[in-house]
């Protein structure tokens, strides 16, 4: 199937994903998630010391799993601007 993602970033995506790298992402993430509720991607990225595209993807795929939600939207103490703070899902 002809895409227009380059065939080395494919490639790089299925290494990082059968070495678990991934995984060890989601689970850094909602680890730092769950002891600094409500945060944001800027004090993850911070906290984790990773670049923001992987923030970002552990929390959309934390998101979809149901595990984290948004919690407020509010100013962000660094930048000023309106952000997303991350939570822990509550139960129903």
Request: proline share 2%.
């Amino acid at each position: 199937m002809k895409t227009n993602v380059a065939d080395t970033s494919i490639q790089a995506y299925g290494e990082i994903t059968r070495e678990g790298q991934i995984a060890n992402e989601r689970e850094l993430i909602f680890s730092l998630i769950e002891a600094n509720q409500p945060t944001t991607s800027r004090n993850l990225m911070y906290l984790s010391r990773k670049e923001r595209g992987n923030i970002t993807r552990s929390i959309f795929d934390l998101v979809s799993a149901g595990k984290i939600e948004v919690v407020k939207k509010d100013k962000c103490p660094t930048s000023g601007r309106t952000v997303r703070f991350y939570g822990l899902k509550q139960a129903c």
